[in-house]
């Protein structure tokens, strides 16, 4: 018998169906020349820094007196105390290494971190949404409820209007490209303490942001040390998509109730754990060394430099788009542009605009949810070349 949960899984086919299309359209169009800024990977190579530490930590391996083979379970000292030293205490959040577990990235952590809780908890996410919260949930048999996210309040998840126990944000945001502002974030901190609500809260996007008053990490806020647990990976920040390495932060502090009783208040870093030891033997020391290199100081400069590139980009598409007189909105502080469909065109139809008029990828907002229907998402991370080619393609088609 199979877990009949998979079989409440909606068919989640928005990125197979998109390349269909576009090869439909490639298949009829010989020679058609499509670029995409529908891609959700990155596409410059690892800087120098994570090249010369791979280099190194290979040869580490390969001499007997070096060799290394199942690392700590938490991930190795070395990474944690630069990620406790550069992501936290440099900002006075004081979080400690042994409340940092080392991963291979952050889809499998947001994934799995469900399953230290009750089946019976009900599960808030935001719609337009990353389908892993959900999918997770729903494989599980969590009843998902969803908070709409649109242009009236600022792609801002609305409060839940029904008593919820996990909630799921994602800032700055994968697919909107918005932020929440510290105010927000306190909204959602002050809630979860009052309803005795977890927060997990994906931080995948954080070093893109560069306006001075968002907050990096959650734990900037008073008292999230005992609602929340963060969720931060490599990838995006430093393109380890293809590398593989992020991490997961689980306070001590932060507690969960055995059924009713008040006192038997269990630590959720103690679960995490138990988990992991169970189900999980770490990340490559490869990629452990390699992510320490990001934040030596040519890794941090060079990693700098990454993302100064996408957010150029990013600037480049909003700017263009602006002028040309569309709806635009993130694309300041992430490298994701949420734009509004001309006319009030459906996602799918402004989709099939885009690639037979400007050959152009872009991917449809519904297939985030209800509420990205009219919207599509654009990604700054594109080479400049082709993103500056596909803004000049838009131009040309009249909306
Ligand atoms: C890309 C992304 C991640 C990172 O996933 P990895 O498994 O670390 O590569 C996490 N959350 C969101 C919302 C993302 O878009």
């Known amino acids: 018998m199979i877990n009949k949960h998979y079989l409440q899984l909606a068919d989640n086919y928005l990125f197979a169906d998109i390349a269909h299309l576009v090869q439909a359209y490639k298949a009829t169009h010989a020679k058609a020349d499509v670029i995409s800024l529908g891609i959700g990977d990155v596409t410059q190579p690892l800087v120098p820094a994570v090249v010369d530490a791979l280099t190194a930590a290979a040869k580490e391996m390969g001499a007997e007196a070096t060799f290394r083979g199942y690392g700590p379970e938490r991930g190795y000292t ?78 801002s998840p609305a409060m839940p209007d029904e008593d919820v126990d996990v909630i799921y944000l994602c800032y700055p945001n994968n697919p909107t490209g918005c932020v929440l502002s510290r105010s927000e974030l306190h909204a959602w901190v002050d809630y979860a303490l009052a309803h005795e609500a977890l927060i997990l809260y994906d931080a995948a996007y954080e070093a893109f942001i560069q306006s001075s008053d968002i907050p990096h990490s959650i734990y900037e806020i008073p008292g999230a040390e005992r609602c929340a647990v963060e969720f931060r990976s490599f990838s995006k920040t430093a393109g380890f998509t293809g590398l593989r390495c992020g991490y997961t932060v689980v306070p001590k502090a932060l507690k969960v109730r055995n059924g009713r009783s008040r006192h038997k208040a269990l630590s959720m870093n103690s679960l995490w754990l138990r988990r992991q030891c169970t189900k999980f033997n770490g990340c490559s020391y490869l990629s452990q060394r390699a992510a320490e290199a990001t934040y030596s100081p040519e ?78 998402r654009l990604t700054a991370f594109g080479r400049r070349e082709q993103t500056m080619e596909a803004l000049e393609r838009i131009k040309g088609i009249s909306i």
């Open 78 to 155: 070395f990474l944690r105390e630069a990620i406790v030293a550069h992501d936290y205490r440099r900002h006075g959040i004081g979080i400690t290494a042994d409340e940092v577990f080392v991963s291979d990235g952050s889809k499998s952590d947001t994934g799995n971190f469900q399953e230290l809780l009750s089946a019976s908890c009900v599960v808030a996410v935001t719609d337009p949404v990353y389908p892993v919260y959900v999918d997770s949930n729903v494989m599980a048999g969590r009843r998902v409820v969803k908070l709409p996210c649109v242009a009236a309040n600022g792609f």
């Open 299 to 376: 890794g941090r400069a060079q990693v700098r430099q990454r993302i100064a590139y996408y957010m150029d980009n990013a600037r480049l598409i909003r700017e263009t788009l602006t002028a040309l007189g569309y709806e635009v909105h993130g694309g300041v502080d992430a490298p994701y542009l949420w734009v509004r469909t001309p006319g009030g065109m459906a996602s799918w139809t402004f989709f099939d605009l885009l690639l037979h008029k400007a050959r152009v990828v872009c991917t449809p907002g519904a297939g985030f949810g209800s509420c990205g229907e009219g919207y599509v």
